[in-house]
T-cell receptor
């Protein structure tokens, strides 16, 4: 089955700096790669996603890149703000019949004012 | 739409008791997932259903755990008998298979004493 690894497990940055979180996956059939943000005591919520036919996607301060050959994808947050502090999870899914959603272990991001 | 609805939000029980967690997915979604979240293990996929049919239950930790989806608008996760190591937040999530985005409920926090 699918296995998703995520690095780093914790990340501290100064407000205004950039943050990068990297994930690798094992199943070449995976074709959908979302990123979720989970604030303390709340549910995970989708912040951005990318499909296997796209190499990069950007939404304001957030961008995701995908390298299908190497089976890795990354989340980039620019101009970080204190409200970006949360746990971020990457996931990989096979959009065909089965749609197995497997999450990485998470990265705790702290943005220091 | 009210989103994914889970009940109860909090459950405190004693070891050996039966626990039933409930989930109502978003109307029209045809995939439903049960996850368990702990500090040590992160977000673990326990089981998922497509069109009410269980597809993969390899994440269910033991025979003490069982899940059902009798119709498109209701699912249960049952633990019998419960043990202290089952203490965790259990999330239900649903998606429309062809779009992929996973929507989480607010979670059920289980404490087994």
């Amino acid at each position: 089955g699918e296995n998703v690894e995520q690095h780093p497990s914790t990340l501290s940055v100064q407000e205004g700096d950039s943050a990068v979180i990297k994930c690798t996956y094992s199943d070449s059939a995976s074709n959908y790669f979302p990123w979720y943000k989970q604030e303390l005591g709340k549910r995970p919520q989708l912040i951005i996603d990318i499909r296997s036919n796209v190499g990069e996607k950007k939404d304001q301060r957030i961008a995701v890149t995908l390298n299908k050959t190497a089976k890795h994808f990354s989340l980039h947050i620019t101009e970080t703000q204190p409200e970006d502090s949360a746990v971020y999870f990457c996931a990989a899914s096979n959009g065909n019949y089965g749609q197995n959603f497997v999450f990485g272990p998470g990265t705790r991001l702290s943005v220091l004012p | 739409d009210a989103g994914v609805i889970q009940s109860p939000r909090h459950e405190v029980t004693e070891m050996g008791q039966e626990v039933t967690l409930r989930c109502k997915p978003i109307s029209g979604h045809n995939s439903l997932f049960w996850y368990r979240q702990t500090m040590m293990r992160g977000l673990e996929l326990l089981i998922y259903f497509n069109n009410n049919v269980p597809i993969d239950d390899s994440g269910m930790p033991e025979d003490r755990f069982s899940a059902k989806m009798p119709n498109a608008s209701f699912s249960t996760l049952k633990i019998q008998p419960s043990e202290p190591r089952d203490s965790a937040v259990y999330f239900c999530a649903s998606s429309f298979r062809h779009t992929g985005e996973l929507f989480f409920g607010e979670g059920s926090r289980l404490t087994v004493l």
